[in-house]
């Protein structure tokens, strides 16, 4: 929304050169925030028992699995098995509570900025510029949840929906 330069709210009585340089600019924006997305840690390589239940999920145990971890791409959380995540008794289900966990938290800030050229009365030109992840804020994806794997917890990319930093450029004319 235009709200400066010649026949708006503010500048109204602007002379031509300033309202050339000033007037006719618009901004307009979207934030999205997410907490974390939820995932479920896993045993992939369960020796003895082929079929640990859905998504061969492992026993609740009594530790925190954030406890020393880097929180960081290199180790998001802490796995193996022993204290936080236990093997399930044989011909068991593991209850460990399904997207209890949470990944890294999805921040992304697009903008458009344009600035409207009235050429005559029936003609303008609109250059704009649009910016996905204007901010360039990393958005890291989720963390690997095989607690039994040398590398558990590491993240290795982007989060769906993500981009590293996108700009575009475009011209309308309209008449």
Request: no cysteine.
């Amino acid at each position: 929304m235009t709200f400066l330069g010649r026949g708006k709210k503010y500048g109204s009585s602007l002379n031509k050169a300033v309202d050339l340089a000033i007037g006719g600019w618009s901004i307009s924006g979207v934030m999205t925030y997410y907490s974390g997305f939820p995932f479920s840690p896993s045993l992939e390589n369960f020796p003895g028992q082929p079929n640990t239940g859905p998504n061969n999920r492992p026993d609740l145990g009594h530790g925190d699995p954030y406890a020393g971890a880097a929180h960081n791409r290199s180790q998001w959380f802490v796995g193996g098995v022993g204290t936080t995540f236990l093997d399930p008794a044989p011909g068991t289900f593991g209850n460990y509570p399904i997207n209890t966990l949470i990944g890294p938290q999805f921040i992304q800030q697009d903008l458009a900025l344009a600035k409207s050229f009235r050429i005559t009365e029936r003609v303008s030109f609109r250059l704009r510029t649009d910016a996905a992840n204007a901010f360039n804020h990393t958005n890291l994806g989720g963390p690997n949840s095989d607690v039994q794997a040398s590398n558990t917890g590491q993240i290795t990319g982007i989060a769906a929906g993500g981009s590293m930093r996108r700009l575009q450029f475009s011209g309308t004319i309209s008449f």
